[in-house]
């Protein structure tokens, strides 16, 4: 038993026998300095392995100390014999002292010197392959199995754990066992190794060999005129083995024995290729199957969109009537399918694209969305010819494609806004992909093949259908969304956009709770629009404050109606029909815009001056019209009205529609232009909580107009509680929710003279309310 020094070895092993360098750090420059104050300079090599010494060690002598060429201190060590590592004792200097018990070596028998010779000849064998001719001489002069195990520390191909586990075999045999299994498994490996390099090498070989006798076959066949290009035995298998319709497959077989006739010099060549790729990629018989539960996918309607109760009916009409036509076998793949076109019109922000994606999810299919604001060009509907450079299938096509089956929701993206260019007018381009009756045989001068898109759910989208040409809107089945009502965007506040943007500004509802009061002031006193992009927009504002407060010291916040004007500052809409109705000469309107309804005040005045009549605020020539019309009705008309007829002749009126840098048009401004300018001449203000929309004659009938939803719904917002329309418009009433139908008093009216009873303040009235 001798007590020595530990000197840790942590990427290494070291066997008797062998001399190894080692770098000198803290821990085994103590164990050096510890050895040579000795006197002996002996010391126990131990592998520490995951932080953990060996028992076993090797007791080594120091044979040098000094730099290597890096400069690094190292000590050159050589192993002597395995000794056990027993327990630690104290010692001189800072390194560890560990008491050491040698190995009994048993004799070698005659199965140590055959596993010997055994592992001397495969480790020959591994030497050889790597030209270690001098490793391999001196291997052959050992005749000692232990010395021959031991020489295994210098192997590379064995791990540190292998040679730790060497070092602590008990006996000769042992060691020679692991060394003979672990260098066969080496000896396989190199094998596999040399295989797989060997065929790739075979195969490089193949390939050159390949191509310059391709090469000089496309010579041969140059010189023939019987060039025959790559690749075109490849379409020709993928076109027998693709699952295509059969008059699409005798196309693309056309196209394939062009592509083998064909130089691949020439640009024809690539043509061909891109269109087979196309034809190829597009899933000519691929379904996915619809959805027939009516009740889950009223759920998936309900869950995604508050109101919108026309639409949702419609989409369920539709898988009804498509439901009806399966059960009676009624519909056939290529033939005049139950192909709809859904037309969503509606101001901005009431949901039409995100509605695609939610009927998109009831029915189960794919679902696209193809923008076509601003496309100038045909070829982008239609696809380019094929003889242009750069030729590629129109929008409708590439959506299919992307789509992945022959039954998606396409979502045509504002439809209103395509225009006509040099190239062609895209609008009359949809007209073939939107019309039932012909869509089934869709031809795109790209593919120049028959496509049918019956089977396709087409969702339009616009602001206004004005601006659609009327073939196009012919064929479309028109839904309107008008805008919501103040409960419904508090609904829709509550359960989507609220939820969305806490979740994108990474906070919880339990860190910021808004109350549903807070929401109906925004609706009302911060937004006024149908839609409800403005009031998410709101929402964000308030949240991006509430993450500021609570990153400083509050852990939740709750904001209510008393807190708004801290995170939204003033509310921008109040109430003004009173105040701008005050004096004789203004009138309440309601108009329709790009963004939904809206209430306009026209005013009215007269001055010294020539006799005439003045008309700004930028009106339209239909507007125009409405203020003559107006002002010869009430001349015509004037004692009947008790009106002075001296009022009106003799002196200059202006007629002011405000907003001045806003363009208006059309004749709903009517009996709003008879009223300001009959206001006016009488001296009786009008009703404030009146506002009013119809068409004039110049005999005093009230004619129809349009969007009287949108209209009403703008009253409501503004704070109008009765409104005039005209008579015949009242079966459109019926379309306006019950919560606006009741929160205004409506009159049907068909007489310029009902309206002005109905809308002037009496005489006596008018005099006190002047005065105040």
Do not use: C
């Not at 409708?396 to 225009?419: C, F, H, Q, T, W």
């Not at 898109?453 to 009327?470: W, Y």
């Not at 409405?626 to 007829?645: C, M, N, V």
Request: glycine share 8%; hydrophobic share 45%.
């Amino acid at each position: 038993m001798a007590t020595l020094p530990v000197l840790p070895l942590v990427d290494a092993v070291l066997l008797p026998g062998m001399v190894i360098p080692v770098t000198l750090d803290a821990a085994t420059q103590a164990a050096v300095d510890a050895a040579r104050a000795s006197g002996d300079d002996t010391l126990i090599a131990v592998p520490r392995l995951d932080g953990e010494y060996g028992p076993v060690g090797t007791t080594a002598v120091i044979d040098k100390v000094g730099r290597l060429a890096s400069g690094e201190r190292a000590a050159v060590i050589r192993g002597l014999a395995r000794a056990h590592i027993g327990s630690g004792v104290a010692g001189p200097g800072a390194a560890l002292w560990v008491e050491t018990t040698p190995f009994d070596e048993a004799a070698p028998t005659g199965r140590t010197r055959e596993l010997a010779r055994e592992y001397k000849t495969l480790v020959t064998s591994v030497l050889q392959r790597r030209g270690a001719w001098q490793v391999i001489d001196a291997v052959e002069r050992m005749d000692d199995p232990a010395e021959i195990a031991d020489s295994a520390g210098y192997s590379p191909w064995l791990s540190v754990a292998q040679k730790a586990e060497v070092l602590a075999a008990a006996d000769v045999d042992t060691r020679l066992t692991l060394l003979v299994d672990w260098i066969r498994q080496h000896v396989a490996e190199l094998e596999v190794a040399e295989r797989i390099s060997e065929d790739v090498r075979e195969g490089m070989e193949k390939s050159q060999r390949e191509f310059l006798l391709r090469q000089q076959l496309a010579a041969i066949r140059k010189e023939l005129g019987e060039e025959e290009p790559d690749g075109a035995g490849d379409y020709r298998s993928r076109v027998e083995a693709a699952d295509l319709p059969e008059k699409v497959r005798e196309a693309a077989l056309r196209e394939v024995g062009k592509l083998e006739r064909a130089s691949d010099a020439t640009p024809e060549a690539g043509w061909i290729r891109t269109w087979l790729d196309t034809v190829l990629e597009l899933p000519w018989n691929t379904r996915t199957e619809d959805n027939t539960d009516l009740d889950a996918a009223r759920a998936v309607l309900d869950a995604d969109h508050a109101g919108l109760d026309d639409v949702k009916d419609r989409i369920l009409e539709y898988l009804a009537v498509r439901n009806r036509r399966a059960a009676r076998g009624l519909h056939v793949v290529g033939g005049r399918g139950s192909g709809a076109v859904l037309a969503l019109v509606g101001p901005p922000g009431v949901g039409k694209t995100s509605l695609g994606e939610s009927v998109a999810r009831a029915l189960g299919r794919k679902f696209v969305r193809v923008s076509l604001g601003g496309v100038r060009d045909e070829a982008e509907i239609r696809g380019h010819r094929r003889t242009y450079v750069g030729a590629l299938p129109g929008r409708i096509v590439r959506a299919i494609r992307e789509s992945g089956s022959m039954n998606p929701v396409v979502l045509l993206d504002e439809v209103d806004k395509l225009s006509a260019g040099y190239a062609g007018d895209p609008a009359a381009a949809l007209l073939e992909v939107l019309d039932p009756a012909q869509n089934h045989t869709f031809r795109d001068h790209y593919l120049e093949v028959d496509l049918d898109l019956s089977d396709v759910l087409f969702l339009s989208t616009a602001n206004v259908a004005d601006t659609v040409p009327g073939p196009l809107l012919d064929r479309m089945d028109v839904v309107t969304l008008d805008g919501y009502t103040e409960a419904e965007k508090v609904a829709i506040a509550r359960d989507h956009l609220l939820p969305r943007q806490l979740e994108r500004a990474g906070l919880t509802d339990d860190e910021v709770s808004v109350d549903d009061e807070v929401l109906r002031r925004i609706a009302t006193e911060y937004t006024r629009e149908a839609g409800v992009r403005q009031l998410e927009r709101a929402l964000t504002r308030i949240l991006r404050k509430a993450a500021v407060k609570l990153a400083s010291d509050e852990s939740t916040i709750r904001v209510d109606a008393a807190d708004l004007r801290a995170y939204l500052g003033r509310p921008r809409f109040t109430p003004e029909s009173a105040e701008r109705t005050a004096v004789p000469g203004v009138a309440t309107g309601l108009a329709v815009t790009g963004t939904g309804g809206d209430v306009l005040f026209i005013e009215a005045t007269v001055m010294d001056g020539e006799p005439g009549l003045t008309l700004t605020g930028q009106l339209g020539d239909v507007m125009k019209e409405s203020a003559q019309i107006a002002l010869s009705y009430l001349r015509s008309h004037a004692t009947e009205l008790g009106i002075d007829p001296t009022a009106l002749g003799g002196r200059r009126l202006h007629v002011h529609v405000p907003a001045g840098a806003v363009p208006k048009d059309g004749p709903s401004a009517g009996i709003t232009m008879v009223t300001a300018l009959a206001s006016l001449v009488t001296g009786r203000p009008v009703r404030p909580e009146v506002g009013m929309t119809g068409e004039v004659t110049l005999s005093g009938r009230v004619l129809p107009i349009g969007g009287v939803k949108q209209k009403l719904l703008a009253a409501a917002r503004a704070g109008l509680t009765e409104v005039i329309i005209p008579a015949r418009n009242a079966p459109d009433l019926d379309e306006v929710p019950a919560e606006v139908r009741e929160a205004l008093t409506i009159h049907p009216l068909s007489d310029v003279t009902d309206v002005l009873a109905l809308a002037l303040r009496p005489a006596g009235e008018a005099a006190t309310a002047v005065a105040a």
